[in-house]
């Protein structure tokens, strides 16, 4: 009896001694009252936890490593290491705190991607997002949305961007932060004016410009209003109203609604409203300005400016500077930006996701199960009521196949075309680059060509981002129908026995031409067409190489003379300027002013193509 009292009273003192190590320790006076000043005092919170000793026990300091973290962060100190955020995510991650999950998260998140390391932060803030639904704190659940926003839209996935704004002004209605709903609008009127949505923008940054005004904190207050007339004046700049941008960022600099981090916006800006409106000399001022920054984004778009200042300047050689200058900090910010790698950090943290809740509804049907074993009669209702609802998820399922399928039909026929459409883009800027090498005396001719360049490589990167798209869905759908039927397959095949058909038609023409004296003399040794014959010969082999090509052309567009169809079937034939100035006997400027006329009487626009030869060639 005595033996059994012992070991009874070992059993409590061991459960009671497990109960208390499992319990949270009130956090020290100094984490509480550096936690409470933690939003409107960042400064003062920082100056208390530096001033203490790191302490001892992991629970307190787990949260000293985390308030650290926090308020350096909010102080704008660059993070160098991971090493206290690990801490911190090490010991909350493992308990049941939502609320401490979701900061940890959110700040593992803002320190990697400060570090470069920008497919973990994507990660860390889809989990944050995830965590802070369960808590009812508005003011972290607006900060992560922001912070995930911000990872998209700088990296140009916009309607991604978008949706994590909204989310975080939703959740910033919900809160009593006039600073956070303020600047809300500003994200919003930054992403709409990533999507071109210019009267969005500037409603949004007027709410923010408005709202500033209700923001107790001056320094806040000052920073939302600097932020959001800075940005405005971009959005009036870009839509063709420099004297109104101007206006904004005179007023910004006027009441000194700037610090030292955003000085080089504000000479950005105004900068490049000066260049703008043609005053080259105040545009040097501010662009130069801009440069002293750490910030390579702003860096990129300062050298951008400069480079077309001192093209219109007619200062050629410091252009051609300033340009690869640009080129060279594009490249560091497309190896920054990783799209491809957040897109997929994306996808596979959605597909854990989906199987997660997959593997809870499995649970909560295994409970389900075992519960309606309890009688007979509740058993068999179940299994009937299962047999019907299974029956309807089939059907279901199937319908979903075939759409998912009709989907990856249309999205492998796209990214065929775009990749194509790529590659003629491509051959054109080599055609292009070398033109503008052999005529670099023609001003004309080289701004249109120039121009043309810059239309192309727009279209490039807008159809590289658009690949990237139909890759996801592709990868998406593909995961959903979980192999490729035989349908698949065969659409595959002809995708690409089509590509290899028109591969072989190009060949087929290249070689009917050089088997044509006339059409080979063109381009080995051309001459001046003298006589009407020879002209004639040209269209006519032109015609058959090209299925009455003329004859399709002049029907779409009958305003085109005799003289423009043999122009445009030498531009059909890949001929450069160079080489139809001599057939007609004119220089390369007026080849240039030819095709203008010609795509005067087409009432051409560069919404049709942003290439006049590429399309004649493809026509």
């Not at 100094?30 to 001033?51: F, G």
């Not at 300005?289 to 200042?309: E, F, M, P, R, W």
């Not at 397959?489 to 995708?495: G, P, Q, Y």
Request: net charge neutral; with cysteine; charged share 25%.
């Amino acid at each position: 009896m005595k033996r059994t009292f012992q070991l009874l009273s070992f059993y409590i003192a061991i459960y009671l001694l497990s109960c208390t190590s499992l319990s949270t320790p009130e956090p020290l006076p100094e984490l509480v009252r550096a936690e409470s000043l933690m939003y409107d005092h960042p400064d003062s919170a920082l100056i208390l936890l530096d001033s203490m000793v790191p302490p001892s026990e992991p629970y307190q300091n787990a949260l000293w490593s985390l308030l650290v973290v926090q308020a350096r962060d909010k102080n704008y100190i660059k993070h160098t290491s991971d090493s206290l955020i690990n801490v911190a995510y090490d010991y909350f991650i493992r308990r049941d705190d939502p609320h401490r999950r979701a900061l940890v998260l959110n700040y593992e998140g803002v320190v990697n991607e400060s570090l470069g390391e920008i497919e973990k932060a994507t990660e860390f803030y889809l989990r944050a997002g995830d965590e802070v639904q369960k808590t009812e704190d508005y003011d972290l659940g607006n900060l992560i949305y922001s912070n995930l926003g911000m990872v998209y839209t700088y990296r140009n996935l916009n309607e991604e961007g978008l949706k994590a704004f909204q989310k975080a002004k939703e959740l910033a209605e919900l809160s009593s932060n006039n600073y956070y709903y303020a600047f809300s609008w500003v994200y919003l009127g930054r992403v709409y004016a990533q999507l071109k949505r210019w009267d969005q923008s500037i409603e949004a940054y007027k709410q923010a410009i408005d709202l500033s005004k209700n923001i107790s904190n001056s320094t806040a207050s000052r920073r939302t209003l600097g932020t959001s007339l800075g940005e405005l004046a971009v959005v009036y700049r870009n839509i063709g109203k420099p004297d109104l941008a101007l206006i904004y960022l005179k007023k910004r600099e006027r009441e000194n609604l700037y610090n030292e981090r955003t000085w080089a916006q504000t000479c950005l800006g105004l900068g490049d409203v000066y260049r703008y409106l043609g005053k080259y000399d105040s545009a040097y001022y501010y662009l130069n300005q801009a440069l002293v920054t750490d910030n390579i984004y702003t860096k990129q778009s300062a050298y951008q400016c400069l480079y077309l200042v001192c093209f219109a300047d007619k200062k050629y050689e410091k252009a051609n500077e300033y340009n690869l200058k640009f080129w060279q900090y594009t490249d560091s910010v497309e190896q920054l930006n990783r799209t491809n790698a957040i897109v997929e950090v994306q996808a596979k943290y959605d597909h854990q996701k989906l199987e997660n809740e997959k593997l809870a509804l499995e649970l909560d049907k295994s409970r389900l199960l075992r519960s309606s074993l309890v009688a007979l009669s509740v058993l068999l209702l179940v299994i009937a009521l299962l047999i019907y609802i299974y029956q309807r998820r089939i059907l279901k399922k199937e319908r979903t196949i075939q759409k998912d399928k009709a989907l990856l039909l249309q999205y492998t026929r796209q990214l065929n075309e775009n990749e194509q459409l790529i590659k003629r883009n491509q051959e054109r800027i080599m055609e292009l680059s070398g033109e503008i090498a052999a005529y670099t005396e023609l001003e004309e001719s080289m701004k249109e060509q120039t121009a043309e360049m810059e239309h192309l490589h727009t279209q490039n990167r807008e159809l590289l981002i658009a690949n990237n798209r139909l890759q996801r869905n592709i990868a998406q759908y593909s995961v959903l129908l979980q192999q490729k039927d035989g349908e698949l397959e065969d659409f595959a095949r002809l995708s690409t026995e089509n590509v290899r058909l028109q591969k072989r038609e190009t060949f087929l023409c290249e070689r009917l031409i050089d088997g044509n004296a006339q059409l080979k003399a063109l381009r080995l040794s051309p001459k001046y067409l003298k006589t009407q014959q020879e002209r004639e010969a040209i269209v006519q082999a032109v015609n058959i190489l090209y299925e009455d090509f003329t004859v399709r052309l002049s029907k779409q567009y009958p305003a085109l003379t005799e003289e423009d169809l043999l122009f445009c079937c030498l531009v059909k034939l890949h001929l450069n300027n160079g080489t139809i100035a001599t057939l007609f006997a004119i220089s390369p400027a007026s080849v240039t002013k030819r095709k203008q006329r010609i795509k005067e009487r087409m009432g051409w626009n560069t919404d049709m193509h942003p290439s006049f030869d590429l399309w004649l060639q493809s026509f």
